[in-house]
């Protein structure tokens, strides 16, 4: 979803810094809006409601009083595209059995395993059971999977798909949450359809989740329907989002077909999974930022809101970079931090968004090996200093220079957006209230 979000940011971006906005300026947004959602495979249909939405809205509809034309078309951008993506933030039950089906290879098996993970943290008992007796490493991924997260998992010895759920429900009678792995498929191959009815009439399950991948393309909206005949899907949970996906389709597709999306993959690893909840996720795309999300991941890192605060501090030694750092390999990748703070996910260049977890590690032992005064006062950094700090840090004079560069690009962007004060004081704050969002 970077791709379609970064490209949407750019636009709406440009829109605002326009002096005036008149009827010419609304088609070529919504011109540049159309192109945008059909490179990301979102449905040619959907595309036109939602600019002939926007259309209408724009020159018929009174604007709000306090609000600029200009406000009034980035508002109205946003409630249609949270129109689009679904307007429910849609959870799951307290207690269930959740029957987890897809295609091949789109991560369903993880996906098996985040779901533990994300019911653990909110205080429930989860089991899991084996139903996927068509990949070989199946079983044994979803074994490992459990002994990792130390939760039971039900396979059948005889790999009998029908029995290992009879047993296994048996079996987790008393554990609120059970998660039944279905064996990936083509919801158009007629065996392996079979085979899905009759385990999803055994289980009787609350939930009924299709795991799409958010790069799967047109063919979302047929399989997500044909499913949905199949079983009865109940929600979606869209993988692999933290890539370059364009994921536009997997989304307006479930749209389109009443599914509502539950959960987005944001990683591999097991705790990335998100809730998702319609307004933030549309914030974000827009540049609003998500600091809900943000005080979360905060919370979750055992963080305190001082540091978090340290993150949008406009006040910027190496010594707040070297607590930044930290804070950040806690609380995940910091593409996905800072597309959480408002503004600066269009105003950090690229080459820093992207620094791998292994350069930040690298750029902690560069400053342990500085003196204070050195993290406090970076400038006096010569090139005997580097020298000297490449050395006691075990790495390059280059290693040392890049991390005052990258620094020295984070104090001027921090300095552009003018801090956490100046966020909460401008347009955009002002604007994002206005939907009921809170910076």
């Known amino acids: 979803m970077l791709d379609f979000g970064k490209k949407i940011t750019e636009l709406i971006s440009k829109a605002l810094g326009r002096s005036t906005i008149d009827r010419e300026t609304v088609e070529s947004i919504i011109k540049g809006l159309q192109r945008i959602l059909l490179q990301s495979d979102v449905d040619v ?175 979302a909206g047929q399989q997500a329907a044909e499913f949905n005949k199949l079983v009865g899907i109940t929600g979606v949970i869209v993988t692999k989002m933290d890539g370059t996906a364009k994921g536009g389709a997997a989304l307006s597709s479930c749209y389109a077909t009443g599914a509502n999306v539950k959960f987005i993959g944001v990683g591999e690893k097991l705790e990335q999974l998100e809730e998702y909840d319609p307004v933030r996720f549309v914030s974000r795309i827009l540049g609003m930022g998500d600091l809900e999300a943000l005080m979360e991941k905060v919370k979750e890192a055992e963080l305190d809101e001082d540091d978090a605060k340290r993150i949008m501090s406009g006040k910027f030694t190496l010594k707040d970079f070297y607590d930044q750092i930290e804070g950040i390999q806690k609380m995940g990748p910091l593409s996905g931090i800072v597309e959480m703070i408002p503004g600066f996910s269009s105003a950090l260049p690229e080459d820093l968004v992207n620094i791998q977890e292994a350069k930040l590690k690298k750029f902690k032992y560069i400053i342990d090996s500085m003196t204070e005064k050195e993290r406090n006062e970076p400038e006096i950094v010569n090139s005997s200093r580097i020298k000297r700090i490449a050395k006691g840090a075990g790495v390059s004079e280059r290693d040392v220079r890049e991390l005052l560069k990258q620094y020295d690009l984070t104090k001027k962007v921090i300095k552009k957006v003018g801090g956490t004060a100046s966020i909460k004081r401008g347009q955009l704050a002002k604007l994002a209230k206005k939907f009921g969002l809170k910076f």
């Open 45 to 219: 249909k959907l595309v036109y409601e939602l600019s002939n939405k926007i259309r209408d809205r724009c020159f018929k509809e009174k604007v709000q009083e306090g609000l600029t034309l200009r406000e009034h078309v980035t508002k109205v951008i946003y409630e249609e595209l949270v129109n689009l993506l679904g307007k429910e933030k849609a959870g799951l039950k307290a207690k269930n059995r959740i029957m987890l089906l897809g295609l091949y290879g789109v991560g369903k098996t993880t996906t098996c395993g985040k779901l533990v993970k994300y019911f653990q943290k909110h205080g429930s008992k989860p089991a899991l059971i084996a139903c996927d007796y068509h990949r070989p490493a199946a079983t044994e991924q979803l074994r490992q999977i459990a002994e990792k997260l130390n939760v039971p998992v039900h396979i059948d010895e005889n790999k009998n798909p029908f029995n290992a759920v009879e047993n296994g429900l048996k079996r987790f009678a008393k554990n609120d949450v059970i998660i039944i792995d279905t064996a990936g498929r083509d919801a158009l191959d007629k065996e392996l359809s079979d085979e899905l009815k009759k385990i999803g009439k055994i289980a009787k399950p609350d939930e009924v989740l299709l795991v799409i991948p958010a790069d799967l393309g047109r063919t």
